[in-house]
């Protein structure tokens, strides 16, 4: 491939990790990683609530990595509440996952901009080490997916298996137990998704420039160990 169109692909997977690693950045600083309904399960039970009289006891919740807002429905009236996981809540939760969580994302933030350099630097520079040449941008990006791909399981296993949205949700509540009624990942949830599809797709990118995946063999070391063995 020329090398202007090397020049242009680098560029364009340049900008592309550093969108992510803004995306991921400010993923982490908002409250929209998970959205849902909770319901006020103590109340309805009180009143033996069915059909719409439920609406009434359905309140809403959404929250981060960091913080959150729960609105309590009790038949009263929606009262909402706000929370923070640090460090009101560390006691409830399944805190070294949610630690996990944040530093995976750090990580992410950290190699995507390291990649976006390296890209620029393989466009406009001359690359002198290995790690500045192509295996170089194929590890940034591959420990960059990685840490997206870390970052949804190990959330979703705290929200899915540990039941997060109901232990914030019963959070210093004495008399009254709630239960999610529905949930569902937000946008930041999915930025992280979308960041580790760029990842990967600047692997590809660099596959397309013409420099083969690591530990890859080549077709000519092939046919020259076949021709030796002929020989012998």
């Keep these: 491939m020329p090398t202007q ?15 992510c ?20 399960k103590t109340g309805a039970l009180l ?5 719409q009289e439920l609406e ?9 990595l960091f913080y959150g807002e729960r609105v309590r429905q009790c038949g ?8 923070s996981f640090f460090p009101d809540l560390l006691k409830v939760i399944p805190a070294s996952i949610h630690v996990s969580v944040i ?32 295996i170089g941008l194929y590890l940034w ?12 399981i190990l959330f979703s296993s705290e929200v899915k ?33 979308v960041c580790s599809l760029v990842h990967f797709l600047n692997a590809l990118l660099i596959r397309f420039a013409g420099f083969e995946f690591p530990f890859s063999k080549s077709k000519d070391s092939g046919t020259i160990t076949g021709a030796v063995d002929l020989m012998y």
Excluded: D
């Design 56 to 64: 009434k006891f359905i309140g809403k919740i959404q929250y981060g």
């Design 103 to 134: 530093l995976f994302c750090t990580v992410l933030i950290v190699f995507a901009l390291v990649g976006a350099g390296f890209f620029m630097f393989n466009a406009f520079g001359s690359p002198y080490e290995t790690l500045h040449g192509p």
């Design 141 to 152: 990006s591959f420990i960059a997916c990685s840490c997206g791909c870390l970052i949804m």
């Design 161 to 193: 298996i540990h039941h997060l949205s109901e232990k914030i949700a019963n959070f210093k509540e004495g008399s009254f137990t709630f239960k999610t009624h529905s949930e569902q990942f937000a946008n930041s949830f999915w930025i992280i998704l």
């Design 21 to 40: 690693a803004l995306g991921t950045a400010a993923a982490i600083g908002t409250q929209l990683w998970v959205k849902g309904t909770i319901l006020c």
């Design 76 to 83: 009263l009236g929606g009262r909402p509440f706000q929370f």
């Design 5 to 19: 169109q090397k020049k242009i692909i680098f560029c364009i997977a340049g900008v592309l990790s550093f969108a």
């Design 47 to 51: 009143v033996n609530a069915t059909g």
